[in-house]
């Protein structure tokens, strides 16, 4: 798969988990990993570019005397999500083009 369309994907995946409520970094990846395999390697990065382009705020909770990362979707972010649900019936008119035109073969 191309990586950009990829890349594209996987942002609006880590979105749509965030719609579901505010969440951190492990529970992300496991809301993910039944449908959309991701690693933390993968994860984190997405996670600092979302909220770079603001489409997701940071705030931190104790937890275990630890401070843990909770990541909250934006209006930016839901924004994003219905961009994507948009512009994806485009993507599949061009897939289900291509594949007739290889089962013609």
Known sequence: MDIQLKR???????LSV?????SYGYQIIKDMNPRVPITESTLYP???????SGCLTVYAVEHNGRLR???????????KIGEFIEHWQDVMSAYQ?????????
């Open 8 to 14: 594209g994907i996987l942002d609006v995946c880590v």
């Open 18 to 22: 965030l719609v579901r409520g505010d």
């Open 46 to 52: 997405i996670l600092k570019r979302l909220e770079a």
């Open 69 to 79: 990362k909770f990541y909250s979707i934006t209006d930016t972010g839901r924004q």
């Open 97 to 105: 083009f291509i594949e007739e035109g290889w089962k013609a073969l």
